[in-house]
C-alpha cells in the first residue's frame, strides 16, 4: 500500500512541475562564453548551447536581482527559454561549482 502511495504521489509532483513549467524550457549548466548579446553554456552532455540576451531579460544571482555584468565565466546556470527558441529570459545563477580531485579533498580535511 505504501508502495503505491508513493508512486502516485511522485506522479502527482511530477505532473504539477510539468504544468507548471508550461512552455518553458530550462537551459542548465555551465558559463563559457559571455557577450553583450548572448550567454554559452556547456551542458552536463558536454554539448553547449547559446542563447542571446534580450533587453528585457533577467538576471537573479543566489536569488537576488542581478545583471548580465555580474554573470563569470565557470557560473552555474538555469536559463528559461521559450520552447523551441534561444531567448533568455531569465538567467539564475551561483558561484561555480566546487572543484572536485585531490586538491579539492586535501582543502576539505585541512578545514
Avoid at 508550461?22 to 554539448?47: C, F, P, R
Avoid at 533577467?58 to 536581482?65: M, Y
Avoid at 554573470?71 to 551561483?94: C, M, N, P, Y
Amino acid at each position: 500500500m505504501k508502495r503505491t502511495f508513493g508512486f502516485a504521489l511522485a506522479a502527482l509532483l511530477l505532473s504539477i512541475v510539468a504544468y507548471a513549467h508550461g512552455d518553458k524550457e530550462h537551459i542548465q549548466g555551465t558559463v563559457t562564453q559571455i557577450s553583450a548579446k548572448a550567454i554559452t553554456v556547456q551542458l552536463g552532455n558536454k554539448t553547449t548551447k547559446t542563447v542571446t540576451v534580450q533587453a528585457d531579460t533577467t538576471f537573479k544571482k543566489s536569488g537576488k536581482h542581478a545583471t548580465l555584468q555580474d554573470l563569470k565565466v565557470g557560473d552555474r546556470v538555469i536559463i528559461d527559454v521559450d520552447k523551441g527558441r534561444f531567448e533568455a529570459e531569465e538567467v539564475q545563477f551561483g558561484p561555480p561549482a566546487a572543484k572536485k580531485g585531490p586538491a579539492a579533498a586535501e582543502h576539505a580535511h585541512k578545514s
